[in-house]
């Protein structure tokens, strides 16, 4: 869960079998209770986020619903960064060990680490808001288990010393993960990213990638298809296109990602290109002698031209 206010996250471990219920009681016992209900809430297109169960729900508490545009998970840019970042997290550290074990000898999963990821993250400054989400939160930084370390103490039992170690070092790990991992997206999605243009009318072409059931075989299909013509702009980010024939029963709305500009000819794709209409000079070809030569075994053939021009040429 992304406050897009503070730049916060929250995270709860969820499995693929939990239903609409599951999902709406884990929102009430950890974001409802402590955060209070939020105006608007922005999802992907789950079966769990449009069932009439969860609508019903969020009708009830006054908060508005925004599903992201199909296909086209840059709608929850922060959200999906964010997964992203965690990913990045979890990742480097079940590379190398899938399962920690402390002195007690008890089991912690990935899902142990959860609690130290959120804080970690929460306490690492913003890219956006150059603070802590924390200290926008809350105006000051939560202490973590190191702030607190007392290296002159004589003795230490070992139970918490281990559990201190247990949180020390996700958390060193996590906060240098954490800014590894922002600044690799970035780069990654500012090299490629470019922002395209469209209006009203414009005729553009529509990837095939999300269309089910088209005729043929996929490898065969075409990539786009088109042209069609934008009815309508939805923000900057997304199109509606008025779509014919056998797509007219497609969803008409789509990421500009998955929309190309259409061009009739060439000249229409570069327009800079100019086409070359210079006509040819004719030449007349006047009659020659000519005279075999024969120089370092290459056997080269030199040309006199009975014209105005004198001039001998090898051939």
Same mark, same amino acid.
């Given at each position: $869960?992304?406050?897009?206010?503070?730049?916060?996250?929250?995270?709860?471990?969820?499995?693929?079998?939990?239903?609409?219920? +599951?999902?709406?009681?884990?929102?009430?016992?950890? &974001?409802?209770?402590?955060?209070?209900?939020?105006?608007?809430? &922005?999802?992907?297109?789950?079966?769990?986020?449009?069932?009439?169960?969860?609508?019903?729900? #969020? +009708?009830?508490? !006054?908060?508005?619903?925004?599903?992201?545009?199909?296909?086209?998970?840059?709608?929850?840019?922060?959200?999906?960064?964010?997964?992203?970042? $965690?990913?990045? =997290?979890?990742?480097?550290?079940?590379?190398?060990?899938?399962?920690?074990? @402390? /002195?007690? !000898?008890?089991?912690?999963?990935?899902?142990?680490?959860?609690?130290?990821?959120?804080?970690?993250?929460?306490?690492?400054?913003? #890219?956006?808001?150059?603070?802590?989400?924390?200290?926008?939160?809350?105006?000051?930084?939560?202490?973590?288990?190191? +702030?607190?370390?007392?290296?002159?103490?004589?003795?230490?039992?070992?139970?918490?010393? @281990?559990? /201190?170690?247990?949180?020390?070092?996700?958390?060193?790990?996590?906060?240098?993960?954490?800014?590894?991992?922002?600044?690799?997206?970035?780069?990654?999605?500012?090299?490629?990213?470019?922002?395209?243009?469209?209006?009203?009318? +414009?005729?553009?072409?529509?990837?095939?990638?999300?269309?089910?059931?088209?005729?043929?075989?996929?490898?065969?299909? @075409?990539?786009?298809?088109?042209?069609?013509?934008?009815?309508?702009?939805?923000?900057?980010?997304?199109?509606?296109?008025?779509?014919?024939?056998?797509?007219?029963?497609? /969803?008409?709305?789509?990421?500009?990602?998955?929309?190309?500009? #259409?061009?009739?000819?060439?000249?229409?794709?570069?327009?800079?290109?100019?086409?070359?209409?210079?006509?040819?000079? =004719?030449?007349?070809?006047?009659?020659?002698?000519?005279?075999?030569?024969?120089?370092?075994?290459?056997?080269?053939?030199?040309?006199?031209?009975?014209?105005?021009?004198?001039?001998?040429?090898?051939?």
């Amino acid at each position: $869960m992304v406050d897009r206010f503070r730049n916060s996250m929250m995270c709860l471990p969820c499995h693929k079998e939990d239903t609409a219920m +599951d999902t709406a009681l884990l929102f009430w016992n950890n &974001i409802i209770s402590t955060c209070g209900v939020p105006k608007i809430v &922005i999802s992907d297109r789950d079966p769990k986020f449009t069932s009439e169960f969860w609508t019903n729900l #969020y +009708d009830m508490l !006054g908060t508005k619903l925004a599903f992201s545009t199909a296909y086209h998970p840059q709608t929850e840019g922060l959200d999906e960064r964010m997964i992203q970042t $965690m990913e990045d =997290i979890l990742r480097r550290f079940c590379a190398y060990e899938m399962e920690y074990k @402390d /002195h007690e !000898g008890y089991t912690h999963d990935w899902v142990s680490l959860l609690p130290a990821v959120q804080l970690a993250y929460n306490r690492s400054q913003h #890219y956006t808001t150059g603070k802590t989400p924390a200290l926008v939160k809350k105006r000051w930084n939560p202490l973590l288990p190191v +702030d607190l370390l007392k290296e002159n103490l004589l003795t230490i039992h070992p139970t918490a010393t @281990d559990f /201190h170690d247990m949180w020390k070092r996700p958390c060193d790990t996590e906060s240098r993960c954490i800014a590894e991992a922002k600044e690799y997206n970035k780069q990654r999605w500012d090299k490629t990213h470019m922002e395209p243009e469209f209006k009203e009318g +414009d005729q553009v072409l529509v990837s095939t990638l999300n269309f089910k059931n088209l005729k043929g075989p996929k490898k065969m299909r @075409d990539l786009f298809v088109g042209p069609f013509t934008i009815i309508k702009l939805i923000g900057e980010n997304a199109v509606e296109v008025k779509l014919t024939q056998e797509f007219s029963r497609k /969803h008409p709305v789509f990421p500009v990602s998955l929309v190309k500009p #259409y061009f009739q000819t060439e000249e229409d794709k570069l327009p800079s290109r100019k086409k070359n209409t210079t006509v040819p000079e =004719i030449v007349e070809v006047s009659a020659c002698d000519s005279k075999p030569e024969h120089k370092h075994d290459n056997q080269n053939t030199i040309n006199q031209w009975y014209s105005q021009d004198t001039t001998k040429t090898w051939n």
